[in-house]
């Protein structure tokens, strides 16, 4: 049986974007970004977000509050047809408020349920041709929702004045590869998570931290990552999937992980990418990354915590492109995943050990084998580039395709939604953006 799809009338969106062949003029002569420039920018057309909801499970949203389809651009993978790609939405609509001095975690939508969602670029349009809800053993909907009172930011009400239930079955996807049988992989932020999908959307195992605990799911919960993974940074678990040509998994953490404690973590610039193995359902690599620092990703940034990782992309062997992000600017490193790197199940995945991977000011320097990396663009230099790219796919050697985050439409804060309870929309749309690299990769 064929996955449930968006009826056509919701599938065919609204195109609002105008196509752009853009020139921009790179950095210096002779860095990475030379001549690089945006070739080609299309746009997701306005879908209202219960009617997309609802034609894949029904009666999920009785009320999207006037919010769209966004969020697609948490990652973005090739399909194999010219100009069609997979993308995953995120949790869903959510923002933050602030009530009594302290930040509440809103779920607008608490109905919606995250999907694997097939878009086609044409022209300046992005359509969804199709689309897969994700669901639990049962067939029903995993929702965004919070997972584990206690580690988890509690769900909120669109205007976080009433509680939400948390829900362990509730899933904060970003990224997504499609393996060679139909099914999915896709990793998450709550666990953080590695997931496997079935090819119609059925959860069929999710891979956690040893020590998470997580019961009362509706699917089967795997505790096969190492233990040290439970001091992520709250909403930065994974989220950069990538899948080597032998078909193992590579996996970003998305920040520096909070080790001993939360300052150290938001002024690490050291993360960490796993490496999975799904013939032995085992980690079997890990390695530190180190980010470039805050200014050089981001020159109007000096927040060393606004450094994220948001994709990683398989570009033959054991090499990736790796983006180093703030909100406003990005980066792609080469990075190759060298046996002698490997740092799985030593004292770095030890949570006593003093100072931790975190600590290091340098951890070369203190003998840790910090992947090396090499410059390939500067985004943040090319004219006509989005803000917050969260998705980066290689459409053939010197071309990539981009999709940006645009959270829904949401900002933070009470001016979210106006008297009503309707979403006063950011303006900022889902675009997919073409990028040429005169040097390929």
Partial sequence: MSPRRVHRSVAAGVPLAVMAVLAATGP?????????????????????????????????????????????????????????????????????????????????????????????????????????????????????????????????????????????????????????????????????????????????????????????ADYPVVEALPAVLLHRKTNRGFEGLAQLPGGDLVMAVQSPLSLPDADVGEASRTTRLLRFSPKKKAVTAEYAYRFDPVNVVDPSEDDTSELKISSVVAVGGNRLLVEERTDKAARLHLVRLDKDANILGGPWDDDTTSPSLEELDDPATAGVPVLPKKLVVDLGTVAGVPGKIEGVARVDHDTLALINDNDFGMTDGTGAFDAQGRLVDSGIETRVTYVRLPRGI
């Avoid at 970004?33 to 070739?39: F, K, M, T």
């Avoid at 359509?127 to 929702?145: C, M, N, Q, Y």
């Fill in 28 to 216: 210096a002569a002779g860095t990475p970004s030379e001549d690089a420039r945006v070739i080609g920018t299309a746009t997701l057309g306005d879908i209202p977000l219960a009617a997309f909801s609802n034609a894949l499970l029904p009666g999920t949203v009785a009320d999207d509050r006037g919010v769209d389809l966004g969020g697609i651009g948490s990652d973005i993978y090739p399909t194999g047809r010219k100009g069609e790609f997979w993308t995953v939405t995120d949790r869903g609509p959510n923002g933050q408020i602030k009530v009594d001095g302290t930040k509440r975690r809103t779920f607008p939508v608490p109905g919606f349920d995250p999907a694997i969602v097939k878009i086609r670029v044409s022209g300046d349009s992005v359509r969804v041709i199709d689309a897969i809800p994700l669901t639990t053993s049962s067939g029903k909907p995993v929702t965004g929702l919070s997972n584990q009172e206690g580690r988890d930011e509690a769900p909120y009400s669109y205007n976080a004045s009433t509680p939400l239930s948390y829900n362990p079955n509730g899933l904060d996807t970003e990224g997504i590869v499609r393996a060679k049988n139909g099914s999915f992989w896709l990793v998450d932020e709550y666990g953080p998570s590695l997931v496997h999908v079935s090819a119609r959307g059925k959860v069929l195992t999710r891979y956690v931290p040893e020590g998470l605990n997580l019961t009362g």
